[in-house]
């Protein structure tokens, strides 16, 4: 690819087909989504996401709520390919029975509803993206999908090597302030011995060498980190089969000083050697 060329994908299809979930889904492996872009403005942001924030992966949305806006979306898409740009466009499809049960069930109004019925609606859309279905790249059709299979048939077409990893926050804490509402797994490290109790340990930090020393010295500290990595390695693939790439990790002591930091560092680094993407977070560092 050159360097003014970008990626670009047309998210479009049906309403009510999963628009959400895919685009939920592209951003989480690595594209810029800009939702319900009228078509004419389409080449402009395209170049304009780029430059300000250096993606050279862009996902429009563009569908049937633009109005009568939607029509101009041909010209630019053919504009988009004329600027030199790779553009796919996906269409996300599913079957009259489908659609209608789904907003049905979410009581919301069809876009093009008004003073028809739910199933007229739908195949009045059906039939004025007719065209546009006939010409995309990638056609997924939802109707037996949940949102964990059409996330993955999301990641397979447009994931790559750089976003299949996990990403992990690993975040200190002091249970003395509370367990973090957002962990989806949490560690007691009050089992390991406390530097807090050292006169000379005691004013420094997690983060200090001679803390860290202290905490990770014994037996029990090595098997923890080994086998907390071995935790996560372990229910990986889980995640990510189940749509889940991001986790947070918290990891507590009393105050969050002293070994939930250290420990909390210790973690990260292993992690970062198996291929999981980690952001460290120390949420009561100097807190007291």
């Not at 049906?14 to 979930?21: E, P």
């Not at 049937?64 to 979306?73: D, I, S």
């Not at 509402?181 to 560690?187: E, H, K, Q």
Request: proline share 3%.
């Amino acid at each position: 690819m050159s360097e003014s060329q970008i990626d670009v994908i047309l998210v479009t299809g049906m309403s009510g087909a999963g628009r959400s979930t895919a685009t939920r889904a592209l951003e989480d492996i690595g594209w810029f989504v800009v939702d319900n872009l009228p078509p004419t403005l389409m080449t402009n942001v395209v170049d304009y996401v780029a430059q300000r924030t250096g993606s050279r992966k862009v996902a429009v949305v563009a569908d049937v709520r633009g109005g009568q806006l939607f029509e101009e979306l041909r010209e630019s898409l053919a504009a988009i390919k004329t600027a030199g740009h790779d553009l796919r466009v996906l269409f996300l499809e599913a079957g009259d029975e489908a659609l209608v049960r789904r907003y049905e069930s979410s009581r919301r109004p069809h876009p093009l509803q008004r003073d028809d019925s739910l199933l007229g609606a739908v195949q009045r859309e059906r039939s004025l993206l007719s065209d546009l279905r006939a010409d995309s790249d990638i056609v997924i059709d939802t109707s037996n999908l949940n949102v964990h299979e059409l996330r993955r048939s999301i990641e397979a077409s447009f994931g790559d090597d750089d976003h299949v990893a996990l990403r992990a926050t690993v975040m200190s804490f002091g249970f003395k302030y509370g367990i973090p509402v957002d962990a989806d797994l949490v560690a007691d490290l009050r089992f390991l011995p406390n530097p807090y109790w050292d006169p000379k340990l005691k004013d420094l930090t997690g983060l200090d060498a001679a803390v860290n020393d202290y905490v990770v010295a014994s037996d029990q500290a090595q098997e923890f980190l080994t086998k907390y990595a071995e935790l996560i390695d372990l229910v990986e693939d889980g995640y990510l089969r189940e749509g889940k790439r991001f986790v947070t990790i918290a990891m507590g002591c009393t105050g969050g000083k002293h070994r939930s930091v250290a420990m909390a560092e210790n973690l990260s680094a292993r992690l970062v050697k198996s291929g999981v993407e980690v952001r460290v977070v120390h949420r009561d560092l100097g807190r007291e």
